[in-house]
């Protein structure tokens, strides 16, 4: 499963770089295009790893331990193993692929918590001390959180305005700070752009002022403002 797991999180990483990249060349279409890359390569690597897998598992488990109880009980309960790497796989393209390129960590870590230890513990918890289901019911669990997890992924996705984020990593490169040599400076002045900006625009939604003449007001008197950094002490 390790090696499994490492092949999504390569199509993952160079997902998120990919979207990224398009983002601060501001092309709406590329980061697009790249979000459905990652989506659909993550699906055209995970499906027939996972059927391979599954064939494969009386193999698989005899490299480990060959004891008979164990390649048994192996055998009946990896067909649900095969269907989380499916579901683990397409859930990690989502979160580490897609959302981590739109600077969506926290969101991702919220989610993940309460599928794991909300959703998913309490259903391996049960199926393990009041059902006869044991590996079946741990498996189950796993499939259920990533689901969960999928759920939200999918629903943050639809809410990004792309215009906005191109808007946001221009502000970003537009500040001299950025482009400064003392790296200490440039993390420092990274870190609070998002909050500003995000900052701004809920202040001027209450006035009813649009998102993207916050955005446009904003960058009057960024510069100034994002050196302020409450949280690095550079």
């Known amino acids: 499963l390790n090696f499994c797991w490492a092949l999504t999180e390569g199509i993952a990483r160079a997902g998120a770089t990919s979207i990224g990249s ?18 659909v390569n993550t699906l055209l690597e995970c499906i027939p790893l996972a059927v391979t897998c599954f ?12 004891g008979e109880d164990v390649v048994d009980l192996f055998v ?28 969506e960590q926290k969101f991702i870590a919220w989610s993940t918590s309460i599928a794991c230890y ?17 590996v079946i019911g741990i498996i189950a669990g796993w499939i259920i959180s990533d689901l969960v997890i999928i759920t939200a992924a999918l629903y943050k996705i639809s809410r990004i305005d792309i215009s906005k984020e191109i808007k946001r990593t221009e502000l ?29 625009i809920e202040e001027g939604v209450k006035y009813g002022i649009s998102s993207e003449e916050t955005l446009e007001s904003n960058s009057v008197g960024f510069n ?11």
Do not use: S
């Open 22 to 39: 398009a983002l601060g060349d501001g092309n709406a279409e590329n980061v697009k295009l790249y979000m459905v890359l990652t989506m």
């Open 55 to 66: 064939f494969l598992r009386t193999h698989l488990v005899k490299m480990f331990n060959p």
């Open 76 to 103: 009946d309960t990896f067909w649900l193993a095969c269907i989380d790497i499916v579901i683990y796989h397409f859930q990690n393209g989502l979160t580490q692929g897609v959302l981590v390129a739109f600077g």
């Open 118 to 134: 909300g959703v998913g513990l309490p259903v391996v918890l049960i199926t393990i001390f009041f059902t006869d289901l044991r």
């Open 172 to 200: 970003v490169f537009e500040n001299p700070a950025y482009h400064v040599e003392d790296e200490h400076l440039r993390i420092n002045t990274e870190c609070t752009t998002a909050g500003i900006i995000d900052k701004g």
């Open 224 to 234: 100034q403002e994002a050196k302020k950094c409450p949280y690095c002490l550079f």
